[in-house]
């Protein structure tokens, strides 16, 4: 048993104060991202999937027909499609990667599961955020993104963008930011997360990915969309965000602690989601093949 899962198992491995001593007992495939997104709150990784390049372009010919998002200019910024895993296949084969889910697993010492996916055509010029204010377990940090590029990104289409280090500064919600639930919210974390990394002189990274490669962060990076410079490149890809087993799920820009009111979230399992698809397509075969004429 590691040092984390016997004195500390409410605490991620890979955010364990044990973590040096408790990576060895990691698989040696596992070590190298567990000490990327330790040391620094995001790995990068080539995405495990051999059929990868042929799944993205599917994706992107399906959305692309069905939002006419042909001409990436007239885009709106937030474009993008939440939760396609419910009615494709190939989003769902990305978030349920088994071998991603393996190594998210290993790492936090909880079995992963994904949640939610966001595509997105362009990029998305997201204000500088940590997932934690949106996505937030108990006990904190079960949760992360995974990230695919499903094209090579060029520097002027909004790459994403992080830094390095925050995922270990502390988890803020209201009672710290002295906010009640609602755009105020919003707005005071606007400010605190670009003014934290100005004001302790942390430098923004960006990700010039190509197609295929994929960023893990961990539920505190700070991280958003840099500015779109030139509007006729597009930027798709894929975010998947994963909680951990075991858990309870909140969303801490809705709760009002010194009200007393922490809400519960109902999160989806696009593992069972996918389970349950199969069931309907092998239905729909069944029902089709027993059809007469
Ligand atoms: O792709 C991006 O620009 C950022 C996406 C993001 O922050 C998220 O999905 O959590
Ligand atoms: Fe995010």
């Known amino acids: 048993m590691t040092l984390t899962a016997d004195l500390l198992p409410g605490v991620p491995l890979v955010e364990s104060p044990f ?3 408790d990576v060895s007992a990691l698989a040696p495939e596992h070590r190298d991202v567990a000490r990327q997104l330790h040391a620094r709150g995001y790995a990068v990784l080539d ?5 990868f390049h042929a799944k993205a372009d599917a994706i992107r010919n399906r959305l692309t027909a069905r939002f006419n998002w ?3 200019a007239s885009c709106p910024p937030s474009a993008r499609v939440q939760d396609a895993w419910a009615f494709d296949a190939d989003v769902r084969d990305i978030a349920c990667n088994a071998s991603i889910l393996a190594l998210l697993s290993a790492l936090y010492g909880r079995q992963a599961f994904p949640f939610q ?3 997105f055509p362009i990029g998305t010029q997201q204000p500088v955020h940590s997932d934690h204010i949106h996505f937030c377990s108990i006990p904190e940090r079960f949760m992360c993104g995974v990230w695919v590029a499903m094209e090579d990104v060029h520097a002027d289409a909004g790459p994403l963008f992080y830094y390095p280090g ?5 988890s803020y919600g209201n009672a710290q930011v002295g906010a009640t639930p609602g755009a105020d ?3 005071k974390f606007i400010r605190l997360q670009q003014e934290m990394p100005a004001r302790l002189g942390v430098e923004r ?3 010039i990915a190509r197609k295929g490669q994929a960023l893990i962060w961990a539920s505190n990076l700070l991280h958003g969309g840099s500015a779109q410079s030139d509007p006729t490149r597009s930027r798709w890809s894929q975010v998947t965000h994963y909680f951990f087993e075991g858990c309870r799920y909140t969303t801490p820009l809705h709760n009002d602690e010194l009200a007393g009111k922490i809400i519960q979230r109902r999160v989806k399992d696009a593992r069972k989601g996918a389970g349950l698809a199969a069931l309907v397509d092998a239905g729909r075969a069944l029902f089709s093949r027993n059809r007469p004429g």
Do not use: K
């Open 19 to 21: 973590f040096e001593v």
């Open 47 to 51: 995405f495990p999937d051999p059929d």
């Open 70 to 72: 042909g001409d990436p």
């Open 117 to 119: 996916t966001l595509n």
């Open 166 to 170: 925050s995922h270990v500064w502390p």
């Open 185 to 187: 919210a919003v707005m």
């Open 205 to 207: 990274e960006t990700f």
